[in-house]
């Protein structure tokens, strides 16, 4: 497809929370329709999308019926069934393809890929058993972290290692799945950046945001990141490096590492992103309408940054700050309906706006 | 209700159309769910609602199942049937109250209560028949406007008089119907107040706005208007001692006429306006949430401007436009998702921002 999608064409979407609610909203912005599949009952998206799914990835009846109604089809996650995506794409176009997601869903082919672009990344090691752990410990060492080689979110599926005493127990807890352990950077501070590109080639990049997580998950995004003029083109180059050599088409996220002035990447997320929310109050195109863009084939919009931002996520009980939220000035709440609230859980955010 | 409406509660919107879709996209910004009560098939505020009733104002089934699947009932429009309220009302609150669509729903009342309030408004007269036509001839006289007092908008149901000679075609206009004439207002330009009201009484308004219309459609609303420092504070007043009059809960839209210096009130809309969808990118919290926050009884939200915004409408055949627009810088696009462009439709409108 390299025309423009039609106004009032419907856009699939993998994935029914929260990145799929913010998608779905911002597609609808356009004028186009959103068709949510989730397996999940309830999805957070499905209050604000034309249509909904609820039907596992091995349905393939519910998986084609969904395709076949469909113009586009994305995803606000990368861990879809390779399976799944195999019947989508003989109905469909999949934006982003399926290199990006090949990549992405493997922490080793994802760091081979980011080395072999000339990227700077952590010190890494193949882990397919306990003899590769021994001999990983005299290159990358410690301290490390141990992660699955696929399906790790939000801190899940990892293990760190402070000394090479801790290797067997790390080892047991990847439970015999495929892992890579990564050497630890003692990095300053973490950014990201997120970035479109369209089907004609042409990218555009957000401000770099500044990362804080707390208990493994993203507990603050600023911006403007600390980083000097040099620094942000670099970080910005960097990613666009990324995107053309995967001819992506859509919004990707890109966390790098400050270390010693040095930018080293840490992932690439190939969907709109949490550490890109803060573009929500802080442009005039957002990254989520920026993602519904690239996909559409449409011109790519003005993402320059009009304010500073804080973004925070609301996890868990945060959810009992919202009274006190909703009567702060400058202060922007996004809830996203989710009806239970677990620790961990993301519930919100709230971007802080200042000029 | 005096209580904060809990998350993940329902909010019923009557009627449809753009409005309610903004409103359905700001309520789940919130955690609301929306259910949209609508006669028309496909209305474009059910791709992003939570549930869609097809059914007709006079349907007392619908409305009673409708109303008791609702925590509160809004509206996007005042010409709700009264018997549709009543079925309603028996199982739901109704926000902003019957009060306000009394008034605003016959031109004539709207008229006598804004005077008794010690505002200006234009001269008129109630013309029940031809009898009064030509008595008015003398008190309102030419140029000047017959108007239903019932059912009208965007320039519908309205007939110009130059000229006495023009009051038998125009009352022929009329068909039978009530209808009140107003003497026509040379006015300098126009302005419109958006203004929130909550439960507890708060009051928060919005910039004033400067309103141009085009074949009885508003084209543009400019922020800031022309106004004085003194003018706006004025204009804020009036608008807050009629909502604090009405007890309003919610958004209204006043419509100014600035004259010779003076403000005189042109109408009132118990609703969020066409003529405030500049906030949506002009400020933190826009009108669609504003009115949303009001009556959820929630604290209202910050509305400080941030920007200065001129909105297009984009009516009928604007939207070939759409692709320029959207490579526009500082240009923000909403468009409605509407099935077929009419002359004269609105489909859609644009925010242009400048710092």
Redesign the interface.
Same mark, same amino acid.
């Given at each position: 497809m390299t025309d423009?999608l039609p !106004? /009032?064409s419907t856009i699939g979407i993998l994935g029914g929370g929260q990145l799929g609610?913010m998608l779905? #909203?911002a597609a609808?912005? !356009? /004028?186009?329709?959103?068709h949510i599949f989730e397996p999940g009952t309830k999805p957070p998206a499905?209050? #604000?999308?034309?249509a909904v799914t609820t039907a596992s990835y091995e349905g393939i009846d519910a998986l084609t019926r969904f395709a076949k109604a469909c113009d586009v089809v994305t995803f606000e996650f990368e861990n879809i069934p390779t399976s799944a995506l195999d019947v989508i794409e003989a109905h469909a176009l999949i934006r982003p393809g399926r290199e990006a997601l090949r990549v992405s869903q493997d922490r080793l082919t994802e760091k081979n890929y980011l080395q072999d672009l000339g990227l700077t990344v952590a010190p890494f090691a193949d882990i397919p058993d306990a003899a590769a752990m021994t001999q990983a410990m005299n290159t990358v060492g410690t301290p490390s972290i141990l992660k699955t080689r696929r399906f790790g979110y939000d801190g899940k599926g990892q293990a760190r290692l402070k000394t090479p005493q801790d290797a067997d127990a790390a080892l047991a807890d990847m439970q015999d799945a495929p892992a890579i352990l990564e050497g630890f950077v003692d990095f300053d501070f973490e950014v990201s950046v997120i970035a479109a590109r369209g089907p004609s080639g042409d990218v555009a990049c957000f401000d770099p945001g500044e990362n804080v997580h707390r208990n493994g998950i993203l507990h603050t995004t600023t911006v403007p990141a600390r980083l000097s003029s040099a620094q942000k083109t670099d970080a910005v180059l960097l990613t666009a490096k990324i995107l053309n050599a995967l001819e992506y088409i859509g919004v990707m996220g890109v966390e790098l590492f400050v270390a010693d002035g040095q930018l080293i990447v840490n992932e690439i997320a190939p969907r709109v992103h949490n550490s890109g929310h803060w573009t929500q109050?802080g442009c005039?195109?957002d990254q989520f309408e920026q993602h519904i863009?690239a996909i559409a084939g449409?011109?790519l919009?003005?993402g320059?940054r009009?304010?500073d931002v804080v973004m925070e996520n609301l996890i868990g009980d945060d959810?009992d700050r919202?009274?006190a939220l909703?009567?702060?000035?400058?202060?922007?709440?996004?809830?996203?309906?989710k009806?239970e609230t677990k620790p961990g859980r993301k519930m919100?955010h709230v971007n802080r706006?200042s000029?």
């Open positions: 423009p !106004l /009032g609610r779905s #909203v609808a912005r !356009l /004028g186009f329709k959103c499905g209050d #604000v999308a034309h109050n005039t195109v863009r449409w011109p919009g003005d320059t009009h304010a959810m919202v009274p909703a009567r702060a000035a400058d202060t922007a709440l996004h809830l996203y309906g009806a919100g706006i000029r």
